[in-house]
């Protein structure tokens, strides 16, 4: 029989092992895919983990640094649905002679941490510059190469990042909002309420509700005045499911006060001096990608930068699958990869 001491010694040293045999599962589970390399770095209380991939060759290459849009990431997961999209990306930046690098967000997959309640764009743009400060001291990484690829809400991380460093030499943004968060919901919402048959009549009507109480949640009104302002629109469903007619007053509170949901992504377009690509498909009923293109030509007109190119896919979604399935448009890689081997030259000093 065990005394009360020695049954204390067993569940320790049973929590220890415990302990020791979950550190070999999570090693075993967030390796790098084979002839990767280990990428972990920082930022704020979050320890991100993800890995590098590079081409052939002796290097120092050039890089992109891959910005995932919204929602959780599993990056080391072979069986995560999005691997094989970033596999893609992989094979073509590889085959253009560029390295990847690529991290599960803040507490997601093998990365500790997590980010502020609402769109954490902010703190993912510090995120990316530290990836890009750890990186620049990588013996396989050339500093001076170093780009962003990024896609949906990476849209508007990327430019907020690209103009607090001197380090980001080139940028392909995909399916990029370049409204303001607020704006990019309504969109979004109006496209979800045609998805369930609404006559496009009833969907202005809304729209015009749905306006209004945005406008009155923007100008610092209370829970109450927007709930009156959006009292027209608690009949339709999927504004439940969005978020817009419910939450609690502190949600609400909340959603008012991010300035995530105030932030104009002009204020840094106007301000990027790199080459950019931007991509869109013309079937994406998430982002407003016609008044986005436009914002990007007019916006890098103003500030002078004569290096776009805007390239919008025929019949493609948001993440650039042909409408309805779920494979990569005809020529979209294609094009990144021209486009690369003309803004990525080798170093003078090779």
């Given at each position: ?17 415990s ?9 075993e589970?967030?390796k ?7 990428f972990d ?8 983990r993800?890995?590098?991939d590079v ?5 120092p ?11 959780d ?8 649905e ?11 930046f ?9 991290w ?8 500790t ?7 954490p764009?902010r ?11 750890a ?7 050339d500093?001076?190469r ?11 991380v990327?430019?907020?990042?690209a103009?607090r ?16 968060a ?21 969907v ?34 999927v ?6 007619t ?8 909340a ?12 204020t840094?377009l ?32 103003f500030?002078?930068n ?6 919008v896919?025929?019949n493609?979604?948001h ?8 494979q990569l ?18 170093p003078?000093?090779?």
């Amino acid at each position: 029989m065990l005394t009360p001491t020695m049954q204390i010694a067993a569940l320790v040293a049973l929590m220890a092992a415990s302990a020791v045999a979950g550190s070999a599962e999570d090693a075993e589970r967030c390796k790098p895919p084979e002839g990767t390399r280990p990428f972990d770095f920082s930022f704020g209380e979050n320890n991100l983990r993800g890995f590098v991939d590079v081409p052939e060759g002796t290097g120092p290459f050039a890089t992109v640094l891959i910005l995932h849009g919204s929602g959780d990431t599993d990056i080391f997961s072979a069986e995560n649905e999005s691997t094989r999209y970033y596999d893609q990306l992989r094979d073509t930046f590889r085959a253009a002679g560029v390295a990847t690098a690529i991290w599960d967000k803040a507490g997601s997959g093998c990365s500790t941490g997590k980010y502020s309640n609402g769109n954490p764009i902010r703190e993912r743009a510090g995120e990316t510059v530290a990836a890009l400060k750890a990186l620049k001291g990588r013996s396989e990484i050339d500093g001076a190469r170093m780009g962003l690829w990024a896609i949906s809400q990476g849209g508007w991380v990327a430019p907020m990042a690209a103009v607090r460093t001197q380090d980001v030499s080139f940028m392909i943004l995909v399916s990029a909002p370049a409204r303001d968060a607020v704006s990019q919901a309504e969109y979004q919402t109006l496209n979800a309420l045609r998805s369930k048959g609404i006559e496009e009549g009833q969907v202005q009507t809304i729209a015009r509700y749905l306006r209004r109480a945005l406008a009155v949640m923007r100008a610092g009104g209370s829970i109450e005045e927007f709930a009156a302002a959006a009292e027209p629109l608690k009949q339709y469903p999927v504004l439940q499911e969005l978020g817009i007619t419910m939450g609690t007053a502190a949600e609400y509170q909340a959603w008012q006060q991010s300035m995530d949901h105030h932030y104009r992504p002009d204020t840094a377009l106007r301000e990027l001096r790199q080459p950019v690509l931007a991509i869109y498909g013309d079937r994406d009923v998430l982002v407003d990608w016609r008044e986005s293109a436009e914002i990007y030509k007019e916006s890098l007109r103003f500030g002078g930068n004569k290096d776009l190119t805007v390239k919008v896919f025929r019949n493609a979604d948001h993440n650039l699958f042909e409408a309805g399935t779920r494979q990569l448009t005809d020529g979209y890689l294609r094009t990144m990869r021209v486009w690369l081997a003309k803004h990525v030259r080798e170093p003078t000093y090779h």
